[in-house]
């Protein structure tokens, strides 16, 4: 089954403590995403990758970093600096996002609380 | 840079009436323009886009109509069913760019 897989679904953040988000795809693309959802708020860009060891700064960056070691691995770390981390983070892929067609395919996102 | 808005936040429609999303854009320069359906819990799905060498694109019940001098496209949804309910976001794109800029999305509730 190809596809864009997510975990985990739930997470749980404690006060001070970075926690590691995981996103892995099997498509082959070379573009990688990382969003945040937040309830009216729509989907905003954190960090993207266009290729492996390379990866820039979205929207909404601080308080997060991301790593791309792999191609087919791009995995989202919230640290302590980010304050108000709740939120469904959501990880999408495309084949080719500078082409006619940027098509993302998002991952079904993991949901994470501050305890 | 680009800025998408989109409207109604929310909508409500009788089960078998027509839905109606617009939503307008900034960048001149921005020529693909997806739409994407999110359902509870998941993560959104692409479910129509258009280019903007094209004025209007339908798939079953689902259209997409774009009027590049307004810079504003619309999705249309005809004889809506249960299963229609959903958040819907629209976003735009350009070729110099290697990101989509996202709507804020519409909740639509097909009501019974």
């Known amino acids: 089954d190809g596809g864009i897989t997510q975990s985990p679904k739930y997470l749980f953040r404690k006060e001070g403590q970075n926690v590691t988000l995981s996103c892995e795809q099997n498509l082959n693309h070379d573009a990688m995403y990382w969003y945040r959802q937040d309830p009216g708020q729509g989907l905003r860009l954190i960090y993207y990758?266009?290729?492996?060891?390379?990866?820039q700064k979205g929207d909404i960056a601080e308080g997060y970093s991301v790593s791309r070691e792999k191609k087919e691995s791009f995995p989202l770390t919230v640290t302590s600096a980010q304050k108000n981390p709740t939120a469904f983070y959501l990880c999408a892929s495309s084949k080719d996002p500078t082409g006619a067609k940027n098509i993302q395919y998002f991952g079904a996102g993991t949901r994470l609380s501050v305890l | 840079g680009e800025n998408v808005e989109q409207h109604p936040s929310t909508l409500s429609v009788q089960e078998g009436d027509s839905a109606v999303i617009k939503c307008t854009y900034s960048d001149s320069a921005s020529n693909y323009f997806p739409w994407y359906k999110q359902e509870l819990g998941k993560g959104p799905q692409l479910i129509i886009d258009?280019?903007?060498?094209?004025g209007e694109k339908k798939d079953q019940r689902i259209a997409v109509t774009l009027n590049k001098t307004a810079k504003h496209f619309s999705l249309h949804i005809t004889e809506t069913q249960p299963e229609d309910s959903a958040v819907y976001f629209c976003a735009a794109s350009n070729y110099r760019d290697d990101k989509i800029i996202f709507g804020k999305g519409t909740r639509l509730h097909i009501l019974p």
């Open positions: 990758s266009q290729i492996v060891n390379d990866f």
């Open positions: 258009i280019r903007s060498n094209v």
